[in-house]
């Protein structure tokens, strides 16, 4: 008999959807040769590339020529900030971002900090996990020439208010007739729930990732406005417009631009489905499970987030635990994972170790059944209980 499986880990990385297999396989099967070849392969594959493009660019409200397409949101995130920063370094060495954002804008900060002298500025949250367009402005300084605020985060579901801070940089830049701060986000979590239309976020630069919307893994683009001078953080050929050198992934770019298509087509929809099982979730773990504590906001979080901290109880065991019961869960972004620290984002509410450390990440997402979740609550309380019993903490004095 095979074993139940449930996964709930559609944060870290969506199945692909068999229609968006389809697109790449057909792209496949008809050998295309090297989009940048000038012989007729060369060019159907080109052409796949450039209708990939438009598809992307017209979900943004974008124009085609201010998509780059990349091999991930972690290199989107570093081609948007380096390149700002390479470029614009003569006018300010200064950043502005937030102490949650994902390991690929904070690291990629820390680099500009320790190799090239930039001085950054991490805006502490509430304990929500919010940040404010009013933090953002007080922050700004005569140097500063980015501002990099993620739309919603990846662990506990949050989301940024992205077009009030935008409508309040456009207003600054106005009255102070210049061209800075630049304005970029990190939306791979937000593609597919929330509105994605650049020019209502007010944004000069977007991240977005394609193994978030059920498309190809190794498949990103980063949105460029008309006239955002960047530069590449990598050499080589004159592909995407010398911004990301190397052959085009050109089944990966159909499939990315596919799954774009099925998750605009079914957002309204599924974000109801969702945002209704995300609250039935929440509600029972909560009443089922004393001394258990929801993170991130209560209202204004992703659709199919819910993050939940069991004091008394160790994240990465309680993970091992549901495993064994064919539940597939996390304890934060999956590019941590492996490190046994509490996780930065849960630190940033102003919680204990001890609630950081009992942090869980469930994510639903287009095959998750209000069934499975029933299944969850049945195995849950028990698994926690048992975890408590060999815990040394007393959850009652935690």
Request: charged share 25%.
């Amino acid at each position: 008999m095979k074993k139940r499986e449930i996964y709930l880990d559609y944060a870290a990385t969506t199945p692909t959807d068999p229609r968006v297999l389809e697109v790449m396989v057909d792209v496949e099967r008809r050998g295309l040769g090297n989009p940048s070849s000038m012989h007729m392969k060369g060019k159907y594959a080109r052409d796949i590339i450039e209708v990939s493009r438009s598809t992307v660019a017209q979900t943004l409200g974008a124009h085609p020529d201010e998509i780059i397409f990349t091999g991930s949101g972690t290199e989107s995130d570093n081609l948007a900030i380096q390149g700002i920063a390479r470029v614009h370094k003569t006018h300010g060495k200064h950043i502005i971002s937030c102490v949650t954002e994902h390991p690929a804008v904070l690291e990629t900060l820390m680099h500009l900090k320790e190799r090239l002298g930039f001085e950054i500025t991490l805006l502490e949250v509430d304990e929500h996990g919010c940040v404010t367009a009013d933090q953002v402005m007080k922050a700004i300084r005569e140097d500063t020439i980015l501002v990099s605020i993620m739309y919603a985060n990846n662990e506990i579901g949050t989301i940024h208010p992205i077009a009030e801070i935008g409508r309040a940089l456009d207003k600054y830049r106005k009255e102070h007739q210049t061209a800075y701060p630049f304005f970029h986000s990190d939306a791979c979590q937000a593609l597919g729930a929330l509105d994605m239309n650049v020019e209502k976020l007010h944004v000069d630069l977007l991240t977005i990732n394609s193994s978030k919307i059920y498309g190809p893994k190794g498949v990103g683009a980063l949105f460029v406005r008309r006239g955002v001078k960047i530069t590449s953080i990598q050499f080589g050929g004159e592909q995407e417009k010398r911004l990301r050198p190397g052959t085009e992934n050109t089944a990966g770019i159909a499939g990315f631009a596919k799954a774009v298509e099925l998750s605009l087509e079914c957002q309204k929809k599924e974000v109801k489905r969702l945002t209704k099982l995300r609250d039935y979730f929440i509600k029972h773990v909560l009443k089922q499970i004393p001394n258990a504590r929801l993170n991130g906001h209560p209202k204004d979080r992703l659709p199919n987030n819910v993050n939940i901290s069991f004091l008394g109880v160790e994240g990465e065991a309680l993970l091992l635990y549901l495993d064994a019961q064919g539940i597939f869960a996390s304890s934060g972004s999956a590019c941590t994972s492996q490190k046994l620290d509490p996780s930065h984002v849960i630190m940033a509410l102003g919680v204990s170790h001890i609630v950081a450390h009992g942090s869980l990440r469930f994510t639903l997402g287009r095959w998750t059944k209000k069934k499975d979740l029933k299944f969850v609550l049945e195995v849950l309380p028990e698994i926690v209980t048992l975890l408590r019993s060999m815990s040394p903490i007393n959850v009652d004095k935690s």
